[in-house]
């Protein structure tokens, strides 16, 4: 073995070329070459088909060996070594039994997951980081799985799976195993640049440098670097980070290090190198997470998608990609399957009438005769029941629920009712009682599960059958009665979804013994209803099965005939009593045939194992009942099994025979138990479904019946529901073992699963349909489910029916093999058609368990099931894990899993979820229960402790990317005041009324001077404080005063000249509005600056020290406390305070007269800096001319209607903008009074804003969105206090939120809702626009029509266009317009690329032209050039004289059918968003606000989102609001819901604390903090998912 490894490595380097081969290629085909690259890189070809192509193109420069497809050599190479495992190998080792997890293993199986693995290079996949609390011990750093070599081979470097001689582990460690052990110890080069090779063989890598392939492919990736350098820039890096940023990609997308000898053409892009993790822009490349995210990127699968098709895109409608048919997909080409017979059923002679006939029978004639052993948990038999004890007790039973409980004199029950049998699993003595006393009252019995608690998984399913049979007794044990959860009455509580029920106690006790002269009734076996069986459905709903009489004692006859039950024989049973198999043949047929039952309880099986199998040894057992996870126990359990001896069998049934992993299970238990004399030949799967009772099983040897039959069927055929014998890949294999022959009496067919039941092909699968005495009635209540299941007519494919009698489905998805036997490949309910192929959640499961199973997997426990997502099925796997595994094993675990199933089943994983042991909801038995866990899955209620999201590989279902269409030209465009046909979308405020007394004044200083003169004592401004007092007040010769001696000490203390710039660092109050004077006086530019937080310097100083740098201060102005502040020892921690420039504090200013107040020479000089942080994290500073500063104030003052006689509050923060305005400028301009209110002191009093607005009744009030979020939250359910304390806004005309993005109208609608009952208006609740370029745009003011709000189609806005839709249409987005344009404002609505105007109801940007414009960015970069068309930009065709500035914000004009007080149709503006957060994603436009919402909605424990792109990844941040358990259940219910609304793949959720999300003092949620705080590592993450 070890020479055939040894030739191979010899095969490989001989086809080596020499790199001057490599140089040789003819241009043409390295063109070739560079397309297919690019085609891949687009999606528009499979991996698959890319090799096929590349390898075709290069086959003639690779000299070949003996006519060897060169694309072959690779799997000849993984066959021989797998094969080549010498037989130390640890899976060759024959191991203690005990070790193997053999339920559900077949070798074949395991095998071939092993080698399906062995093939992938181990993929690099960046781990999930969890915070350290929540990790169980590995350390993250050490959870990075190494890189097993630098190269990725999905950014198409051309270089395959294991082509590259030692970078391949199987030359070094011919076992798999040893590799992937080594890779879990593996190095730690978590860096997604790191060193070529991580694994010992590293050095000898170039001396046998890769095959030719890998040779010319590393050739290809830097002659034409061009096509992959970097991926578009998205983040808005500058230039010089592109560069640095291209260099690492360069070298992340596979330029070794190791390979730069070959030739100089191999250095990277631009001949720096990033693999040692340089830093990029303040970015640490090695940082944790953006390493991670290259890594991610670097893995990310090309999605398989077929090639896209031409096809029509509707003009709004984005279609989604729809899965065509692959032509080459195999096709049934059988005949037509005929109808299968079973045998005739036999006449036997003393055939009784009716099974009670047979009870009657033998409980007189052998009452001594035991019928029921059952045992306690230790396996002792505890109670023998014998056949007089069952006929006596039933008979007991019967006569008192008939003649003893009545309600008013009126019997209880009646003939026919339907009664509840509640036992315990390990008291079957009490239900065969119960079950033959209520077929002897001519009572229905229903048998259910014991409900432990109020909310057992599936318990309220329960409810609704019980509800629906009419059920109003139940039947229990006395201590199953006292185990219930009771009520506070005591008695036992009601159920949620059940009806109310009498519990009744079988107990001796409470029973009666009948009068001699009563016999009970003894008919022969009718059509009437004997019992109702359970069964939940895929979807968890619960189904009541009838059986009649007539049908019971059949199939008591036919499992007779077919098992060849004897009189007086033993039979060990492990199922469950109360339903299927172990109903039918342990309490049923056994009585027919006073045959004695040993009934095995779980409870025993849980404690031992072996239980069942030393009962058969003890009572020598002729047969056998049990599933696979029985045998399977019982393997794992040996240390008591030397002294049993199974050669008493005749048969060992098992019951679930038709799993496919049934067969591993049964080989294995046979090569443990043959040698304690278990005959292979007793082995006889059946299969059965609650419907068609037992369909098929296999005889027993004694019958003459054909050997069983194995067929080893490909996986990718019956995917497609064909037959297929495997012969070539041994991989993808399904291997199942018949379940015998069709049931006595009975017809079988196959036929079409869904639609018309068209008999199947002989080689296709289908739904197994059997007709039959012997089947179940009907759905209990449902009629038209039964018309479809019960009474189904399969007909021939010239649609003529197979027979008269209707035939009952399955649910068994099967074939008819050779033999005439039957197999089972799967369960309808387990069937999950992804695209168009049907897949089977049995095998998922099977193939998961392979990897490893013992190891990982807690008791094989595994739930598989799809969810719909974007229209299509998309796999979920739900695993319990070991609890003493490692993080490490887990996600080595999770990438092997999704390998296999992608490898054996060629389906991708949707999601892979992991949880602690134990915490699936468990059926009654112990199984998983599915639909509850799936329930679980959808509704964010799993608590996974580790995740993996595969959406980039699983949908491929996406609609095209939108490719832009070409813009109409100019010309062909605008006619008059129409652009194609529509209004240009252009709308201007009310002209600049005449001028006012005061409006002489163009300086603000000489408006306050007048103001002092004229009307000194006049009080303009009123502060509060947290108690809601007044803190100071102001008047107009207050201020004035307090400004000239600013201006002294400005000019004395400060030496300061004309022009220059001083910082104003103040707490929200007067002495900032007073300062801001005194500036002016002075002729100095004053810039306001937010204080920093003394509990918080770090963050906030280096804000403060950037403005007055950048803003070129020369003196900053503030308190003795900030000023003791910005020099203290923590401010040195966070900035150099040495470099401050000079601080002066004004608490104590000397009482001078200022000589003379200073004029400027013309308005259009500078009077303030307004600096403001965006967004999107610039900073930047607008200049403000002393024209448009007193502009700004007139056109406020007209739309709102200023006097000297108005109060109006504003609680706003003063620094910029609107709030800058409204708090220093606009009362000395109009004269009225503002009542300050300061937002920081509404933390420790919330109703302080509405009780001022209250107590001073003022009309007009200004907020932010986050003081409304907190009153919103703060006082929602305090209303009525506030009342009582006669909070009242009804005096409130106009409460405007100052903004800088599209209207909040939820939170202001809900700010509406809740304080409507202290008299706010519906009417009154506004929302202004400003923005750096113009601060107030609009503004509602007092006049003028209510705001309006539209419905738009969110799917048009990403293409930019506006589709207006009615209320609640799907995906309908509310635009609320942002209140009424100032006057003289004028707006008009500009494309963004062609900069030509547009129609009404256009989407474009916002541009806008007015007298109190900010002139222009002031910034220290001099990049003014980069923004000059912010400020001055013309139309591109129209009117092109004006001069408009740039708002950098998307929105729309809409004419409404409202008039203006000026009598004109009133224009309404619609602000959508900023451009400058907008991502450009698949073709589209997105704005992060929409994807945001979407989130917020998915689970209640999402507290806030934010979402950004990093190298066209999206990433969504979501604040967790709960226990830190529920972090990961937020992955998928995220990734769902942006994929359901959006059409897009999120490629990282990160789930981080409340308050994480950084938030301006606007209420705006700052991004791109977020997304440096993310990728720096400094957001302290719960959990961060990296979806694959």
């Not at 081969?21 to 499979?46: F, M, N, Q, W």
């Given at each position: 073995?070890?020479?055939?490894?040894?030739?191979?490595?010899?095969?490989?380097?001989?086809?080596?070329?020499?790199?001057?081969?490599?140089?040789?290629?003819?241009?043409?085909?390295?063109?070739?070459?560079?397309?297919?690259?690019?085609?891949?890189?687009?999606?528009?070809?499979?991996?698959?088909?890319?090799?096929?192509?590349?390898?075709?193109?290069?086959?003639?420069?690779?000299?070949?060996?003996?006519?060897?497809?060169?694309?072959?050599?690779?799997?000849?190479?993984?066959?021989?070594?797998?094969?080549?495992?010498?037989?130390?190998?640890?899976?060759?080792?024959?191991?203690?039994?005990?070790?193997?997890?053999?339920?559900?293993?077949?070798?074949?199986?395991?095998?071939?997951?092993?080698?399906?693995?062995?093939?992938?290079?181990?993929?690099?996949?960046?781990?999930?980081?969890?915070?350290?609390?929540?990790?169980?011990?590995?350390?993250?750093?050490?959870?990075?799985?190494?890189?097993?070599?630098?190269?990725?081979?999905?950014?198409?470097?051309?270089?395959?799976?294991?082509?590259?001689?030692?970078?391949?582990?199987?030359?070094?460690?011919?076992?798999?195993?040893?590799?992937?052990?080594?890779?879990?110890?593996?190095?730690?080069?978590?860096?997604?640049?790191?060193?070529?090779?991580?694994?010992?063989?590293?050095?000898?890598?170039?001396?046998?440098?890769?095959?030719?392939?890998?040779?010319?492919?590393?050739?290809?990736?830097?002659?034409?670097?061009?096509?992959?350098?970097?991926?578009?820039?998205?983040?808005?890096?500058?230039?010089?980070?592109?560069?640095?940023?291209?260099?690492?990609?360069?070298?992340?997308?596979?330029?070794?290090?190791?390979?730069?000898?070959?030739?100089?053409?191999?250095?990277?892009?631009?001949g720096s190198d990033a693999g040692d993790g340089g830093a990029i822009d303040g970015v640490p490349v090695n940082s944790r997470v953006s390493s991670k995210i290259q890594q991610l990127l670097n893995t990310l699968k090309r999605p398989k998608r077929p090639p896209l098709r031409e096809f029509f895109v509707d003009d709004f409608e984005e279609l989604l990609d729809v899965q065509q048919p692959d032509p080459n997909q195999p096709k049934p080409?059988?005949?037509?399957?005929?109808?299968?017979?079973?045998?005739?059923?036999?006449?036997?002679?003393?055939?009784?009438?009716?099974?009670?006939?047979?009870?009657?029978?033998?409980?007189?004639?052998?009452?001594?005769?035991?019928?029921?052993?059952?045992?306690?948990?230790?396996?002792?038999?505890?109670?023998?029941?014998?056949?007089?004890?069952?006929?006596?007790?039933?008979?007991?039973?019967?006569?008192?629920?008939?003649?003893?409980?009545?309600?008013?004199?009126?019997?209880?029950?009646?003939?026919?009712?339907?009664?509840?049998?509640?036992?315990?699993?390990?008291?079957?003595?009490?239900?065969?009682?119960?079950?033959?006393?209520?077929?002897?009252?001519?009572?229905?019995?229903?048998?259910?599960?014991?409900?432990?608690?109020?909310?057992?998984?599936?318990?309220?399913?329960?409810?609704?059958?019980?509800?629906?049979?009419?059920?109003?007794?139940?039947?229990?044990?006395?201590?199953?009665?006292?185990?219930?959860?009771?009520?506070?009455?005591?008695?036992?509580?009601?159920?949620?979804?059940?009806?109310?029920?009498?519990?009744?106690?079988?107990?001796?006790?409470?029973?009666?013994?009948?009068?001699?002269?009563?016999?009970?009734?003894?008919?022969?076996?009718?059509?009437?209803?004997?019992?109702?069986?359970?069964?939940?459905?895929?979807?968890?709903?619960?189904?009541?099965?009838?059986?009649?009489?007539?049908?019971?004692?059949?199939?008591?006859?036919?499992?007779?005939?077919?098992?060849?039950?004897?009189?007086?024989?033993?039979?060990?049973?492990?199922?469950?009593?109360?339903?299927?198999?172990?109903?039918?043949?342990?309490?049923?047929?056994?009585?027919?045939?006073?045959?004695?039952?040993?009934?095995?309880?779980?409870?025993?099986?849980?404690?031992?194992?072996?239980?069942?199998?030393?009962?058969?040894?003890?009572?020598?057992?002729?047969?056998?009942?049990?599933?696979?996870?029985?045998?399977?126990?019982?393997?794992?359990?040996?240390?008591?099994?030397?002294?049993?001896?199974?050669?008493?069998?005749?048969?060992?049934?098992?019951?679930?025979?038709?799993?496919?992993?049934?067969?591993?299970?049964?080989?294995?238990?046979?090569?443990?138990?043959?040698?304690?004399?278990?005959?292979?030949?007793?082995?006889?799967?059946?299969?059965?479904?609650?419907?068609?009772?037992?369909?098929?099983?296999?005889?027993?040897?004694?019958?003459?019946?054909?050997?069983?039959?194995?067929?080893?069927?490909?996986?990718?055929?019956?995917?497609?529901?064909?037959?297929?014998?495997?012969?070539?890949?041994?991989?993808?294999?399904?291997?199942?073992?018949?379940?015998?022959?069709?049931?006595?009496?009975?017809?079988?067919?196959?036929?079409?699963?869904?639609?018309?039941?068209?008999?199947?092909?002989?080689?296709?699968?289908?739904?197994?349909?059997?007709?039959?005495?012997?089947?179940?009635?009907?759905?209990?209540?449902?009629?038209?489910?039964?018309?479809?299941?019960?009474?189904?007519?399969?007909?021939?494919?010239?649609?003529?029916?197979?027979?008269?009698?209707?035939?009952?489905?399955?649910?068994?998805?099967?074939?008819?093999?050779?033999?005439?036997?039957?197999?089972?490949?799967?369960?309808?309910?387990?069937?999950?058609?992804?695209?168009?192929?049907?897949?089977?959640?049995?095998?998922?499961?099977?193939?998961?368990?392979?990897?490893?199973?013992?190891?990982?997997?807690?008791?094989?426990?595994?739930?598989?099931?799809?969810?719909?997502?974007?229209?299509?099925?998309?796999?979920?796997?739900?695993?319990?894990?070991?609890?003493?595994?490692?993080?490490?094993?887990?996600?080595?675990?999770?990438?092997?899993?999704?390998?296999?199933?992608?490898?054996?089943?060629?389906?991708?994983?949707?999601?892979?979820?992991?949880?602690?042991?134990?915490?699936?909801?468990?059926?009654?038995?112990?199984?998983?229960?599915?639909?509850?866990?799936?329930?679980?899955?959808?509704?964010?209620?799993?608590?996974?402790?580790?995740?993996?999201?595969?959406?980039?590989?699983?949908?491929?279902?996406?609609?095209?990317?939108?490719?832009?269409?070409?813009?109409?030209?100019?010309?062909?465009?605008?006619?008059?005041?129409?652009?194609?046909?529509?209004?240009?979308?252009?709308?201007?405020?009310?002209?600049?009324?005449?001028?006012?007394?005061?409006?002489?004044?163009?300086?603000?200083?000489?408006?306050?001077?007048?103001?002092?003169?004229?009307?000194?004592?006049?009080?303009?401004?009123?502060?509060?404080?947290?108690?809601?007092?007044?803190?100071?007040?102001?008047?107009?010769?207050?201020?004035?005063?307090?400004?000239?001696?600013?201006?002294?000490?400005?000019?004395?203390?400060?030496?300061?000249?004309?022009?220059?710039?001083?910082?104003?660092?103040?707490?929200?109050?007067?002495?900032?509005?007073?300062?801001?004077?005194?500036?002016?006086?002075?002729?100095?530019?004053?810039?306001?600056?937010?204080?920093?937080?003394?509990?918080?310097?770090?963050?906030?100083?280096?804000?403060?020290?950037?403005?007055?740098?950048?803003?070129?201060?020369?003196?900053?102005?503030?308190?003795?406390?900030?000023?003791?502040?910005?020099?203290?020892?923590?401010?040195?921690?966070?900035?150099?305070?040495?470099?401050?420039?000079?601080?002066?504090?004004?608490?104590?200013?000397?009482?001078?007269?200022?000589?003379?107040?200073?004029?400027?020479?013309?308005?259009?000089?500078?009077?303030?800096?307004?600096?403001?942080?965006?967004?999107?994290?610039?900073?930047?500073?607008?200049?403000?001319?002393?024209?448009?500063?007193?502009?700004?104030?007139?056109?406020?003052?007209?739309?709102?209607?200023?006097?000297?006689?108005?109060?109006?509050?504003?609680?706003?923060?003063?620094?910029?903008g609107l709030g800058f305005a409204l708090w220093c400028l606009c009362s000395v301009y109009s004269g009225h009074q503002s009542i300050l209110v300061p937002p920081l002191e509404l933390e420790s009093n919330v109703s302080l804003w509405l009780s001022a607005v209250s107590q001073f009744k003022v009309r007009v009030t200004f907020c932010s969105y986050s003081v409304m979020e907190m009153c919103t939250k703060g006082l929602g359910s305090q209303?009525?206090?506030?009342?009582?304390?006669?909070?009242?806004?009804?005096?409130?005309?106009?409460?405007?939120?100052?903004?800088?993005?599209?209207?909040?109208?939820?939170?202001?609608?809900?700010?509406?809702?809740?304080?409507?009952?202290?008299?706010?208006?519906?009417?009154?609740?506004?929302?202004?626009?400003?923005?750096?370029?113009?601060?107030?745009?609009?503004?509602?003011?007092?006049?003028?029509?209510?705001?309006?709000?539209?419905?738009?189609?969110?799917?048009?806005?990403?293409?930019?266009?506006?589709?207006?839709?009615?209320?609640?249409?799907?995906?309908?987005?509310?635009?609320?317009?942002?209140?009424?344009?100032?006057?003289?404002?004028?707006?008009?609505?500009?494309?963004?690329?062609?900069?030509?105007?547009?129609?009404?109801?256009?989407?474009?940007?916002?541009?806008?032209?007015?007298?109190?414009?900010?002139?222009?960015?002031?910034?220290?970069?001099?990049?003014?050039?980069?923004?000059?068309?912010?400020?001055?930009?013309?139309?591109?065709?129209?009117?092109?004289?004006?001069?408009?500035?740039?708002?950098?914000?998307?929105?729309?004009?809409?004419?409404?059918?409202?008039?203006?007080?000026?009598?004109?149709?009133?224009?309404?503006?619609?602000?959508?968003?900023?451009?400058?957060?907008?991502?450009?994603?698949?073709?589209?436009?997105?704005?992060?606000?929409?994807?945001?919402?979407?989130?917020?909605?998915?689970?209640?424990?999402?507290?806030?989102?934010?979402?950004?792109?990093?190298?066209?990844?999206?990433?969504?941040?979501?604040?967790?609001?709960?226990?830190?358990?529920?972090?990961?259940?937020?992955?998928?219910?995220?990734?769902?819901?942006?994929?359901?609304?959006?059409?897009?793949?999120?490629?990282?959720?990160?789930?981080?604390?409340?308050?994480?999300?950084?938030?301006?003092?606007?209420?705006?949620?700052?991004?791109?903090?977020?997304?440096?705080?993310?990728?720096?590592?400094?957001?302290?993450?719960?959990?961060?998912?990296?979806?694959?």
């Amino acid at each position: 073995m070890a020479e055939r490894s040894s030739t191979g490595l010899m095969m490989m380097m001989m086809v080596e070329p020499s790199p001057a081969l490599a140089l040789t290629l003819p241009a043409e085909v390295r063109e070739k070459l560079a397309e297919l690259e690019l085609e891949l890189s687009e999606g528009d070809i499979t991996q698959k088909g890319y090799e096929k192509k590349r390898g075709k193109l290069l086959a003639p420069y690779i000299p070949q060996i003996q006519g060897v497809d060169p694309s072959l050599q690779v799997d000849h190479r993984i066959q021989a070594s797998t094969q080549a495992a010498p037989p130390t190998s640890k899976h060759n080792k024959p191991r203690a039994a005990n070790s193997r997890d053999e339920r559900f293993r077949s070798d074949l199986h395991t095998e071939a997951v092993q080698a399906a693995l062995a093939k992938y290079k181990e993929r690099k996949m960046p781990m999930p980081s969890k915070r350290r609390s929540v990790l169980v011990q590995s350390s993250v750093e050490a959870c990075t799985p190494p890189d097993t070599s630098s190269a990725s081979e999905d950014e198409g470097s051309l270089r395959r799976q294991g082509r590259v001689a030692s970078s391949s582990p199987y030359q070094a460690h011919p076992t798999v195993e040893h590799w992937f052990n080594r890779v879990i110890q593996g190095s730690s080069t978590s860096s997604s640049a790191s060193s070529t090779s991580s694994h010992p063989g590293g050095r000898s890598h170039n001396a046998t440098a890769g095959s030719a392939a890998t040779v010319l492919a590393d050739l290809m990736a830097h002659t034409q670097l061009d096509n992959h350098c970097a991926p578009p820039d998205v983040t808005g890096l500058s230039e010089r980070s592109l560069h640095g940023e291209r260099s690492q990609v360069a070298s992340v997308r596979g330029l070794s290090r190791g390979y730069t000898h070959t030739s100089s053409t191999m250095e990277t892009a631009d001949g720096s190198d990033a693999g040692d993790g340089g830093a990029i822009d303040g970015v640490p490349v090695n940082s944790r997470v953006s390493s991670k995210i290259q890594q991610l990127l670097n893995t990310l699968k090309r999605p398989k998608r077929p090639p896209l098709r031409e096809f029509f895109v509707d003009d709004f409608e984005e279609l989604l990609d729809v899965q065509q048919p692959d032509p080459n997909q195999p096709k049934p080409e059988g005949v037509q399957m005929s109808p299968l017979h079973g045998e005739p059923m036999g006449v036997v002679t003393n055939r009784p009438p009716s099974l009670l006939a047979s009870l009657q029978r033998w409980g007189t004639a052998q009452p001594k005769s035991p019928c029921l052993t059952a045992l306690d948990n230790a396996g002792k038999p505890i109670y023998t029941l014998t056949y007089g004890k069952l006929w006596t007790r039933s008979q007991k039973l019967a006569y008192t629920l008939l003649n003893k409980l009545s309600t008013r004199n009126e019997p209880l029950l009646r003939p026919g009712d339907r009664v509840a049998l509640v036992f315990p699993n390990n008291d079957p003595v009490m239900f065969m009682v119960a079950f033959y006393g209520c077929l002897l009252a001519e009572l229905v019995p229903v048998p259910i599960e014991v409900p432990l608690t109020r909310k057992d998984a599936g318990s309220q399913q329960i409810g609704f059958l019980l509800g629906s049979c009419g059920v109003t007794l139940a039947l229990t044990t006395d201590a199953c009665q006292k185990g219930l959860p009771k009520a506070q009455t005591g008695e036992v509580a009601t159920f949620k979804g059940w009806p109310r029920l009498l519990w009744f106690v079988t107990d001796g006790k409470h029973v009666v013994k009948p009068p001699k002269d009563w016999i009970p009734p003894i008919r022969d076996a009718s059509n009437e209803t004997a019992y109702v069986e359970y069964k939940t459905s895929k979807e968890g709903s619960t189904m009541g099965i009838t059986v009649s009489h007539a049908a019971m004692l059949a199939h008591c006859h036919a499992l007779t005939q077919a098992c060849g039950y004897a009189e007086g024989e033993t039979i060990t049973n492990v199922l469950d009593f109360k339903r299927d198999a172990g109903l039918w043949h342990g309490v049923l047929t056994s009585v027919m045939n006073r045959m004695h039952v040993i009934s095995i309880p779980y409870s025993l099986m849980k404690v031992n194992p072996l239980s069942w199998i030393q009962k058969v040894h003890t009572y020598k057992a002729r047969v056998a009942v049990v599933k696979s996870r029985d045998m399977h126990w019982s393997l794992l359990s040996q240390k008591d099994q030397r002294d049993v001896s199974l050669g008493s069998l005749r048969m060992l049934i098992v019951a679930d025979g038709a799993n496919p992993w049934s067969i591993s299970s049964c080989d294995a238990f046979l090569n443990v138990f043959q040698a304690r004399g278990l005959r292979p030949e007793v082995i006889c799967p059946c299969a059965s479904s609650a419907e068609a009772m037992t369909v098929a099983i296999r005889r027993p040897p004694e019958m003459g019946v054909p050997p069983p039959g194995k067929a080893v069927l490909s996986m990718s055929s019956l995917s497609h529901s064909v037959i297929r014998v495997d012969t070539e890949e041994k991989l993808s294999v399904l291997t199942l073992q018949d379940v015998g022959q069709v049931m006595p009496g009975a017809m079988v067919c196959v036929v079409r699963p869904e639609g018309t039941p068209f008999l199947c092909r002989t080689d296709e699968v289908g739904e197994i349909c059997v007709s039959s005495c012997t089947t179940g009635i009907s759905y209990f209540g449902l009629p038209g489910m039964t018309k479809n299941v019960f009474e189904t007519i399969p007909v021939t494919s010239s649609g003529s029916p197979v027979s008269d009698r209707p035939f009952t489905r399955t649910s068994l998805l099967g074939f008819i093999g050779p033999d005439n036997l039957l197999f089972v490949v799967g369960k309808m309910d387990g069937l999950m058609v992804v695209s168009g192929r049907r897949h089977n959640a049995d095998d998922v499961v099977a193939t998961a368990l392979a990897v490893e199973p013992m190891k990982f997997v807690y008791r094989g426990r595994i739930a598989v099931f799809s969810v719909c997502v974007l229209h299509d099925e998309r796999i979920v796997v739900v695993a319990e894990q070991r609890p003493d595994a490692s993080e490490e094993d887990s996600f080595q675990w999770m990438s092997r899993v999704l390998q296999a199933i992608d490898s054996i089943h060629q389906v991708g994983v949707y999601c892979l979820a992991l949880v602690p042991a134990n915490t699936l909801p468990k059926a009654p038995l112990g199984g998983i229960h599915i639909s509850e866990t799936k329930q679980r899955f959808l509704e964010g209620a799993l608590h996974p402790c580790n995740v993996l999201m595969c959406p980039h590989t699983c949908v491929t279902n996406l609609p095209k990317p939108r490719q832009k269409q070409p813009e109409v030209g100019p010309a062909s465009m605008i006619v008059g005041n129409l652009v194609a046909g529509k209004r240009i979308a252009q709308a201007c405020g009310r002209d600049v009324a005449q001028l006012e007394d005061n409006d002489q004044f163009l300086y603000m200083q000489d408006v306050l001077q007048w103001r002092a003169q004229a009307t000194p004592d006049h009080p303009l401004f009123l502060l509060l404080n947290a108690k809601g007092t007044v803190a100071s007040t102001a008047s107009c010769v207050q201020i004035h005063k307090r400004a000239e001696r600013v201006a002294v000490a400005l000019m004395e203390r400060g030496r300061l000249n004309t022009g220059d710039h001083v910082a104003l660092v103040y707490p929200p109050g007067i002495d900032l509005i007073a300062t801001f004077y005194g500036c002016l006086y002075a002729g100095c530019v004053p810039v306001t600056v937010r204080p920093p937080h003394p509990q918080n310097l770090a963050t906030t100083l280096p804000t403060v020290k950037m403005i007055v740098e950048v803003s070129k201060s020369v003196c900053i102005l503030t308190t003795q406390a900030i000023m003791k502040l910005l020099k203290s020892k923590e401010a040195a921690a966070a900035v150099d305070v040495k470099t401050w420039p000079m601080v002066l504090d004004t608490d104590d200013l000397p009482r001078k007269k200022l000589p003379q107040i200073y004029k400027p020479p013309t308005p259009e000089m500078l009077a303030y800096l307004d600096f403001s942080v965006s967004t999107t994290g610039i900073l930047a500073g607008v200049k403000m001319s002393h024209a448009a500063t007193s502009a700004l104030c007139r056109s406020i003052k007209l739309q709102c209607e200023l006097y000297p006689s108005r109060q109006i509050a504003i609680c706003l923060d003063p620094y910029c903008g609107l709030g800058f305005a409204l708090w220093c400028l606009c009362s000395v301009y109009s004269g009225h009074q503002s009542i300050l209110v300061p937002p920081l002191e509404l933390e420790s009093n919330v109703s302080l804003w509405l009780s001022a607005v209250s107590q001073f009744k003022v009309r007009v009030t200004f907020c932010s969105y986050s003081v409304m979020e907190m009153c919103t939250k703060g006082l929602g359910s305090q209303t009525e206090a506030l009342r009582l304390r006669n909070v009242n806004l009804s005096c409130v005309r106009t409460c405007m939120v100052v903004a800088e993005e599209r209207p909040r109208i939820a939170l202001t609608q809900s700010f509406s809702k809740i304080f409507k009952d202290l008299g706010l208006s519906p009417r009154a609740v506004s929302t202004t626009f400003g923005c750096r370029v113009n601060v107030a745009i609009c503004l509602q003011g007092t006049a003028g029509p209510d705001p309006t709000t539209v419905y738009v189609d969110m799917r048009a806005l990403r293409h930019d266009r506006v589709r207006l839709v009615e209320r609640g249409s799907p995906h309908s987005l509310p635009l609320m317009e942002s209140g009424k344009i100032l006057p003289g404002v004028k707006v008009i609505i500009a494309n963004t690329e062609t900069k030509g105007p547009l129609g009404d109801s256009h989407l474009g940007e916002i541009w806008v032209s007015s007298p109190h414009n900010a002139t222009g960015y002031y910034t220290v970069y001099g990049e003014e050039a980069l923004h000059a068309d912010h400020f001055c930009t013309k139309l591109s065709f129209g009117d092109t004289q004006t001069v408009w500035a740039r708002t950098g914000y998307l929105g729309f004009l809409r004419r409404t059918e409202l008039t203006d007080a000026s009598g004109e149709r009133h224009d309404a503006l619609y602000v959508v968003g900023s451009l400058d957060e907008t991502l450009e994603l698949r073709g589209m436009r997105y704005h992060p606000i929409d994807i945001e919402t979407s989130v917020i909605r998915a689970h209640k424990s999402i507290a806030e989102c934010a979402v950004f792109t990093w190298t066209n990844l999206l990433v969504v941040v979501v604040e967790l609001e709960g226990s830190e358990q529920e972090a990961l259940d937020l992955v998928a219910l995220v990734t769902n819901v942006v994929l359901e609304e959006h059409f897009l793949i999120v490629g990282v959720v990160v789930v981080v604390d409340p308050g994480v999300i950084p938030i301006n003092s606007r209420g705006e949620k700052q991004r791109m903090h977020l997304r440096d705080g993310f990728l720096a590592d400094q957001l302290d993450p719960i959990y961060v998912a990296y979806n694959m």
